[in-house]
């Protein structure tokens, strides 16, 4: 596969990521970050260890693999996954669509999954919004990321979204990789997992054969992850009640401040669910229809699985009956452990401006929760 024509978004090759992580090994931070990481271990552990990676391939093992093991440890009461059969089955390389809940650790888990059951890893969509500090650029490159450009006038986006369709297309049916990609752009604030119309056209712009054989040669899998406390879910309340009344703004390093609160923050218990690619039969019936309806039907497809592979905690069942007045879920928690989430959601709500409105505020939250058993009861 020719890459040159993709050199801009491209994750960086063997040689661009040695470079790289030479780099980083100077960076005043990384003493910082190897204790954080390794804590166990002489601060120098990270940066003596990146100078001496070659590949992409050894950094993963001897880096990621190793970090995000220690974060599902540390953070997480519980994790478990299904499915995996699914993808040991399939014939090639497949478009892993998934919903999206946490910046970084979705995609990580993902490739925990795949190095645990030696299977090949997936290069991974970001948005360019993530690199804009060159340590974190140099970091995500050399990691598998496809860079994806946001931010641009309409006519560089649709240039932008042509490339990155065909490198994603090549990438698949080459046999060089496969790619996973988040369901919508951004993460999902609301609780409500829903593929955005717009992506299935980008993926099917560099489509040189009919509908189903377009979608078809992709081999889409949708993942459904799932956290018994949402990642940064108050930093996402406070987002909504303000983009109510205004142009929601990000601070410089808000992004990088939520990559980092996602990464430290206990998220319960954590269920990865692999579905099966999108069928013939589902592409075929989306085929018969109008041009934009046929994408409509292509994202009820996805949405129908990662909904239905959404696992429930007791947390979306005790906030749905708390939004509801009601107990229809009783029997899924004890009065303890209600009265305890409900003193969560309050201690949450201490964690931003006193000036925002305590009861939207408590509001947004809870629906972050409850929505996704709506979303069950409605499929």
Request: aromatic fraction near 8%; charge should be negative.
């Amino acid at each position: 596969m020719d890459l040159s024509e993709y050199n801009d978004i491209a994750p960086f090759t063997d040689e661009e990521a040695s470079a790289a992580l030479a780099r980083l090994a100077n960076h005043p931070n990384t003493p910082w970050i190897s204790k954080f990481i390794f804590p166990d271990q002489p601060e120098t552990l990270l940066a003596d260890t990146l100078r001496q990676i070659h590949t992409v391939d050894e950094f993963q093992r001897v880096i990621m693999w190793k970090a995000v093991e220690w974060v599902l440890a540390n953070t997480a009461t519980s994790f478990t996954y299904d499915g995996i059969e699914i993808l040991k089955n399939l014939p090639g390389k497949f478009l892993a669509m998934s919903n999206h809940r946490d910046i970084i650790l979705d995609p990580a888990i993902v490739q925990i999954v795949l190095m645990r059951n030696k299977i090949a890893e997936t290069q991974i969509c970001v948005g360019d919004n993530l690199l804009k500090q060159k340590a974190v650029e140099l970091l995500i490159r050399s990691n598998r990321m496809i860079k994806v450009i946001r931010g641009i006038s309409a006519r560089e986006l649709y240039l932008s979204s042509q490339l990155l369709s065909r490198y994603i297309r090549e990438t698949i049916t080459s046999g060089t990789c496969s790619v996973w990609i988040a369901q919508r752009q951004g993460r999902t604030k609301d609780g409500l997992d829903v593929t955005e119309q717009g992506l299935l056209k980008m993926v099917d712009m560099s489509g040189t054969k009919d509908f189903v054989q377009n979608f078809m040669e992709l081999s889409i899998v949708p993942l459904s992850i799932s956290y018994e406390y949402e990642p940064c879910d108050i930093l996402k309340a406070r987002e909504l009640l303000i983009s109510r009344t205004q142009k929601y703004v990000k601070g410089e390093n808000e992004d990088l401040e939520s990559i980092m609160l996602g990464i430290k923050q206990p998220k319960g218990n954590i269920h990865l669910h692999i579905s099966d690619p999108l069928t013939e039969e589902e592409i075929r019936e989306a085929a018969e229809c109008d041009k934009n309806d046929r994408y409509q039907k292509i994202r009820h497809a996805v949405d129908r699985r990662i909904i239905s592979g959404y696992k429930l905690w007791k947390t979306n069942y005790m906030a749905y009956d708390i939004v509801n007045g009601g107990a229809r879920y009783a029997d899924q928690y004890t009065a303890e452990e209600l009265e305890a989430f409900k003193g969560y959601i309050e201690g949450q709500l201490q964690r931003v401006e006193p000036e925002l409105d305590r009861d939207a505020l408590r509001d947004i939250l809870l629906h972050i929760y409850s929505n996704p058993v709506l979303s069950k009861e409605q499929l």
